[in-house]
């Protein structure tokens, strides 16, 4: 059962990069709460070192995704700023 858990979570890995964050939690809360019923320490280190990495990674796109919408902003009031200025004469 060990080596279908291990498996698992490493399906999760698989979410995680694909940036279905959710689906790779959901696969390794199923996957920890199996593991601390049965008493098996390794897997439920697998599974917490595999929620550290989701969130790890969740918080690095929500970052990006605010600093490209930053970008975009000012990108979009340079183009505004450029136009009302062109159409005043300056």
Same mark, same amino acid.
């Given at each position: 059962?060990? @080596?279908?858990?291990? #498996?698992?979570?490493?399906? +999760?890995?698989?979410? *995680?990069?694909?940036?279905?964050?959710? *689906?790779?939690?959901?696969? *390794?809360?199923?996957?920890?709460?199996?593991?601390?019923?049965?008493?098996?320490?390794?897997?439920?280190?697998? #599974?917490?070192?595999a929620?550290?990495?989701?969130?790890?990674?969740?918080?690095?796109?929500?970052?990006?995704?605010?600093?490209?919408?930053?970008?975009? +902003?000012?990108k979009? %009031?340079? *183009?505004? @700023?450029?136009?009302?200025? %062109?159409? %005043?004469?300056?």
């Open positions: 059962m060990q @080596s279908a858990m291990k #498996c698992t979570i490493n399906e +999760a890995y698989n979410y *995680i990069y694909a940036g279905k964050i959710d *689906i790779a939690k959901a696969f *390794i809360q199923v996957t920890e709460r199996e593991a601390e019923t049965r008493g098996d320490d390794l897997i439920v280190g697998m #599974c917490q070192s929620t550290w990495f989701a969130t790890k990674v969740e918080e690095t796109a929500l970052k990006e995704m605010e600093l490209d919408d930053g970008r975009q +902003a000012t979009n %009031n340079l *183009i505004i @700023s450029s136009t009302i200025e %062109n159409e %005043n004469g300056d």
